[in-house]
């Protein structure tokens, strides 16, 4: 078989140490992994069907697609491309907005959330400090502590009018994620930092290995029979200490595991796409 292996720009200098394991690895395996740029991918409609550019002129049969780009994955999939992570799991986690929802519907708890978007918000109406995000921010990037409706409002600009939310604040500085592959948890992190609010790991918090506790594991489960994803990562914040659902992490980044463990994600990644593909 023959797959795309699927990155942004940015991704792709990021990214390059992980991408040249897998590549190699799946040659292990006998497959043929293709790296390619999401924006040398020219796509759309004509004539009532859809046309995708592929490297070469030949259609994969299956991509692995590491840039946030929902639209794709689900034209990629109408196309007859089988696509890791779904479409489905790509719509919802990438529009911090819609997990929520999704979320909720599952009666999963989380921190009190408001949605709303730049030509609906009014920074007067809400109470606060309250933590401002883009839908679409990833890294904790675009996550911004808002202590008035000024602060609020010049945060809007500063992400440049994209759809956001707006959070309670919960315990600052600390959060978890669980990463879950396939149907099992692979392994979870705690982040910390002393100094921002934000506990990212690219903005230079602190991580370890955490065990979660018997309702985090419930949550996660939850999660994976709702979206049956192939790798994402789960996160979770705290208040007084009790989990709450934060964030599903579509593209989840590896750099904490390699750093804190010594599992190969790369072929547990790959692993688990064959695996899948061949329904076993």
């Not at 992980?18 to 004539?47: H, M, P, Q, W």
């Not at 904790?140 to 008035?148: A, H, K, S």
């Not at 192939?230 to 599903?248: A, K, M, Y």
Request: aromatic share 12%.
């Amino acid at each position: 078989m023959y797959g795309l292996l699927i990155y942004d720009d940015a991704g792709l200098s990021r990214n390059e140490w992980f991408i040249d394991r897998l590549i190699s690895y799946a040659k292990t395996r006998g497959e043929e992994l293709r790296v390619t740029r999401a924006s040398e991918l020219f796509f759309g409609s004509e004539n009532g069907k859809l046309f995708f550019s592929f490297p070469d002129g030949i259609s994969p049969d299956y991509a692995i697609v590491r840039t946030v780009f929902p639209l794709l994955s689900e034209c990629l999939e109408t196309y007859g491309v089988r696509v890791f992570n779904s479409s489905r799991v790509s719509r919802i986690a990438n529009d911090k907005r819609a997990a929520h929802a999704f979320l909720a519907g599952l009666n999963i708890p989380s921190a009190k959330t408001f949605f709303t978007c730049a030509h609906t918000f009014d920074p007067a109406l809400y109470q606060y400090p309250l933590i401002l995000k883009s839908a679409a921010g990833h890294g904790g990037n675009e996550v911004f502590y808002v202590e008035n409706p000024k602060s609020a409002a010049d945060a809007v600009e500063k992400i440049k009018g994209s759809d956001f939310l707006l959070q309670e604040i919960v315990d600052k500085g600390r959060d978890v994620r669980v990463y879950l592959l396939g149907e099992k948890i692979l392994a979870a992190v705690e982040r910390t930092s002393r100094t921002d609010f934000r506990s990212n790991y690219s903005l230079g918090g602190d991580c370890a290995l955490y065990e979660p506790n018997e309702r985090m594991k419930e949550i996660v489960e939850a999660v994976r029979k709702a979206l049956c994803p192939t790798f994402i990562g789960v996160d979770f914040t705290f208040r007084d200490g009790v989990p709450l659902l934060n964030e599903i992490e579509d593209v989840v980044g590896a750099r904490m595991l390699y750093k804190r463990t010594d599992l190969a994600v790369h072929e547990l990644f790959f692993d688990e796409i064959m695996k899948e593909i061949n329904g076993v």
